[in-house]
């Protein structure tokens, strides 16, 4: 078929009112070339729906890939104005809110050894889309059972794929959904992004985690420095024992703990103070009172170095981050 037939398909098989839509954005050469196509075209078969939907989705989700606005570029603002913290609160309420329709969560409450066998031909960009609307330990699931030399390509196709509209999900919940022989999707809107990568790496094996991001950064260093940064914030210290926190104050240096508590709620602060003694608590609470207001960047360069220390911990094994994650919930 040609680029026109092709397109004169895609919109009988979008119906009248999506294809009027469409034909309103091409030059008038151009509808008048692809309206002759719909008309000269035989019955579309199912065969011919599969191929043309599967072409379709694949294309618009590599453009959504290179697309920079809607939740990822919120992401960003947002922590620019913000900070992390404040911006990854907000963005989890935001995907709280998020619908999803009867025909999508059918797909996506299937076992992900299910899902494997219905995925595992996609291209990567599918798996993205599909993982990043998966719960992280479903998703981690479904990565587990691919093959090495395709995850590591597959968390970072997640980790940047833009947002992705509704009507593209929707061809490519169709296309899926031909092979189990369910309706097609409405209404989907989901988006991926460094966050989602990180929520699947944390929930993955310790050792593949390590693994894949390492794998990654020497690809795409900048990326997976980013993915790295979102695997664990300042604000997951509270999930940790006292044990592990005394064993990471004693390598802070105080300065940097009052900067980077300047900010905080009251129950990260005392949790933290509880690590310390009680003469270096009351040092700290003094130095955040007489600080006066400190710029955003500074706050989290602080938050940061902690963090940095939280790491090089665990990498020496000092600390066990996964344990405590599992003990605090």
Not at 217 to 233: D, H, S, Y
């Amino acid at each position: 078929m040609t680029k026109p037939q092709k397109l004169a398909a895609l919109l009988i098989i979008l119906g009248p009112e999506s294809a009027s839509q469409l034909l309103k954005t091409l030059p008038s050469d151009e509808i008048e070339a692809v309206s002759g196509e719909m008309a000269r075209l035989p019955m579309i078969t199912q065969d011919i729906r599969a191929a043309v939907l599967s072409e379709m989705s694949e294309v618009a989700l590599a453009a959504c890939t290179a697309v920079t606005g809607g939740m990822q570029f919120a992401q960003v603002a947002l922590e620019k104005a913000l900070g992390g913290t404040k911006a990854n609160d907000m963005l989890d309420r935001l995907s709280r809110h998020r619908s999803v329709s009867l025909p999508v969560r059918r797909l996506l409450d299937m076992e992900p050894r299910h899902l494997y066998s219905l995925l595992r031909d996609e291209r990567t960009q599918t798996l993205a889309l599909i993982a990043s609307y998966l719960k992280p330990d479903k998703a981690s699931e479904l990565l587990n059972l691919l093959r090495s030399e395709l995850r590591d390509p597959v968390i970072e196709r997640l980790a940047t794929l833009g947002p992705v509209p509704a009507e593209v999900v929707d061809t490519v919940a169709e296309v899926l959904h031909l092979r189990v022989q369910g309706k097609a999707a409405q209404g989907l809107s989901q988006t991926g992004g460094v966050k989602s990568a990180a929520d699947v790496l944390n929930a993955l094996n310790k050792d593949l985690s390590k693994s894949i991001l390492t794998s990654l950064e020497e690809r795409n260093a900048e990326l997976g420095q980013a993915i790295r940064q979102k695997m664990f914030t300042f604000t997951d210290l509270m999930q940790l024992d006292v044990t592990s926190l005394q064993k990471i104050m004693r390598e802070v240096d105080m300065r940097d703990l009052a900067l980077a508590l300047k900010k905080a709620d009251d129950a990260l602060k005392n949790k933290l103070f509880s690590a310390i003694s009680k003469r270096a608590a009351e040092t700290v609470k003094e130095e955040i009172s007489f600080m006066g207001s400190v710029k955003l960047k500074e706050l989290e360069a602080a938050q940061m170095r902690v963090i940095d220390i939280v790491r090089r911990l665990e990498n020496d094994g000092e600390i066990e981050l996964e344990a405590n994650k599992e003990a605090a919930a």
